[in-house]
């Protein structure tokens, strides 16, 4: 199907002067608004209350959500890379809007189905293409520093909640009705529809051969680990990089979203019984502590590793997390501010972990088809998603079970999360450059670079 | 002499462009933010 001429990819070729400073909140006003599905929780209780739902069911919009973020990431990455990224945010900004849109009318007309269809469905596929959208223009427009770039829009992704929680919790009240959420639906389709037009209109393609300011020829073979190849999506899936990376991706997740997922009730337990306990209004005081860390690590370590390297950060996230958590299961609840300093930290490497890893498929597979092998890796985040909270939620309802407080609920995840992040550290030493075989023809490498 | 003028002004609305652009996305972010640092303080403060 034939892209129409205003979102075709020739059409957004930066004419000279263009600043490439502009990518950046062309990504931003993306990812700053699909970042909101991490703040649904604040639709579920007045969903529950007016449509008489239970909790499970209240999360079935967010779950699907994510699920079809995965799917959508995974599988129209190829597409995403073919019609360019204006296509990509307008289908995004198009199906993230409209799935607010069918939720206003479905809890109008008492239809949770048709949130659970716009929300979770429609607007799903709109967060898989939205995360995915500027994620290979930025790396070509800041080949001397991807991370950097690409750390600046993932770490919109990890913001999104910070502006959308007290936004939607202001816009709905203390005690909504259906009325109340369907206009809150309607205003949030509208306003991130708006929103988002800006990434629409201002995302440019640098032209092709085109160098950042000061650079006249590329960087190949600065580093051992930075190819100056290109590798397509179908053959990256081939090589054991794209699957040790995947490994890398999973675990790093599954331990940060581990703490991230239990966070309120694991520092309110942790401290109950001590001359410190945590209250509910501190308990969300660490949540967001967390969700700031989170955020401010996909930005500072992905620079970082611009500098330092790819493998290496890798190895500083895998490596100083299995520490931190050893730190938290030893010294239990001895200290609040040793929990909350290492909890911190661990979530700027999930954070980082995150937003390093479009930079580290760059340096190991080129700019060729970076956003679609990005894509496909995302489904280690959808399995992540179900391991992290699978583990501590089973544990810590099991060690209840057998009569245990405190941290001894939680003692054993963290031993067996110090366990993944060593498998993860080992997988991070397997990767080695690409090799040749893989690398596509010198003819196709330039229809890749082509903007 | 008009190129140079032209040049100019396509320079001067690069840069609204770029300022106006900046602050779109960092106006809502900053609430976020602010909005964020009255939870925390309850943590330690509270």
Not at chain 1, 85 to 107: D, E, H, Q, Y
Not at chain 1, 260 to 289: N, Q, R, W, Y
Not at chain 1, 401 to 425: C, H, N, R
């Amino acid at each position: 199907m034939a892209v129409p001429g205003f979102l075709a990819r020739s059409r957004i070729v930066a004419s000279p002067g263009w600043t490439r400073w502009l990518v950046p909140p062309a990504a931003l006003s993306i990812h700053l608004s699909i970042g909101q599905a991490y703040a649904w929780s604040v639709f579920k209780t007045p969903l529950e209350k007016t449509l008489h739902l239970s909790g499970t069911e209240s999360g079935l919009p967010f779950q699907l959500g994510i699920v079809m973020l995965g799917l959508s990431a995974a599988f129209g990455g190829t597409l995403v890379e073919r019609n360019g990224p204006r296509w990509a945010m307008f289908v995004a900004t198009l199906c993230f809007s409209a799935g607010f849109l069918i939720s206003a009318l479905g809890v109008a007309t008492g239809q949770f189905w048709l949130v659970v269809l716009g929300y979770g469905g429609i607007g799903g596929i709109g967060l898989g293409i939205g995360y995915i959208s500027p994620v290979s223009t930025l790396i070509k427009w800041f080949p001397d520093r991807p991370g950097m770039a690409t750390g600046i829009a993932i770490m919109g992704f990890g913001g999104g909640a910070l502006i959308a929680s007290p936004w939607s919790s202001a816009m709905l009240g203390s005690s909504p009705g259906t009325g109340d959420i369907a206009v809150a639906f309607l205003i949030h389709g509208l306003v991130y529809a708006v929103f988002m037009a800006l990434g629409v209109l201002i995302v440019r393609v640098p032209a092709d051969g085109w160098r950042p300011p000061g650079r006249t020829r590329e960087p190949a073979a600065a580093r051992p680990m930075i190819s100056a190849a290109n590798v397509s999506a179908a053959n990256a899936l081939k090589t054991p990089q794209f699957w040790c990376l995947w490994i890398v991706l999973c675990l790093n997740v599954t331990a940060g979203i581990g703490i991230l997922e239990k966070a309120a009730p694991m520092i309110t337990d942790f401290f109950k019984g001590t001359s410190a306990p945590v209250g509910t209004a501190a308990a969300a005081g660490f949540v967001a502590l967390l969700s700031l860390t989170n955020m401010l690590g996909r930005f500072v370590w992905s620079s970082i590793s611009d500098a330092v390297g790819r493998k290496n950060i890798y190895r500083f996230y895998l490596g100083v997390g299995t520490l931190l958590y050893l730190v938290i299961a030893l010294t239990t609840n001895g200290s609040k501010l040793v929990f909350v300093l290492c909890a911190m930290l661990i979530l700027s490497f999930y954070g980082g972990g995150f937003a390093t890893l479009p930079a580290y498929l760059k340096d190991l597979f080129g700019t060729y088809q970076v956003g679609a092998i990005h894509g496909r890796l995302l489904t280690a985040w959808s399995v992540a998603g179900v391991l992290g909270p699978l583990i501590v939620d089973g544990i810590a309802d099991s060690e209840k079970s057998a009569g245990k407080t405190g941290p001894d609920l939680y003692s054993t995840s963290f031993y067996i999360m110090i366990g993944l992040l060593v498998v993860g550290f080992v997988a991070n030493e397997c990767v080695r450059p690409v090799k040749e075989k893989y690398h596509e023809p010198v003819d196709h490498n330039q229809v890749g670079s082509e903007a | 002499m008009s190129t140079a003028t032209e040049t100019g002004a396509r320079s001067g609305g690069r840069t609204a462009l770029l300022v106006i652009a900046w602050v779109w996305v960092l106006a809502p972010f900053v609430y976020g933010v602010i909005e964020l640092i009255t939870k925390v303080v309850d943590l330690f403060g509270g």
